[in-house]
């Protein structure tokens, strides 16, 4: 019942134009890179190429391109694990720190 009031809140979402035409065309861009528009995968096109750059280690705090030249405009949102990637490579992207304990 979950998954279908879920579907049925999706199709809803869509044809009652609550997503807009970029927002649309930024999903099917995900879903479908190839057929998309330039404009529409900058983002994840950006994502792909700084994950390469990060490699295993990263190239230090706040010394990534991402964070430094705001390749990625909303990084702190949309794309926050490419600029995890970029500037403490996989191993740290993949860590998760310990929780803090007062």
């Not at 702190?76 to 929780?99: L, M, S, W």
Request: no cysteine; aromatic share 10%.
């Amino acid at each position: 019942m979950l998954t279908a009031a879920g579907l049925i809140l999706i199709f809803l979402t869509f044809q009652l134009g609550v997503i807009r035409d970029f927002q649309r065309e930024r999903l099917t861009a995900f879903l479908d890179r190839t057929n998309a528009p330039q404009d529409a995968r900058y983002n994840l096109d950006q994502s792909l190429d700084r994950g390469r750059v990060g490699e295993l280690t990263g190239v230090a705090y706040l010394k990534g391109t991402q964070t430094n030249l705001d390749y990625v405009p909303e990084q702190h949102t949309d794309f926050i694990f490419t600029v995890a990637g970029e500037e403490f490579g996989f191993v740290g992207a993949i860590v998760r720190p310990a929780p803090l304990r007062p």
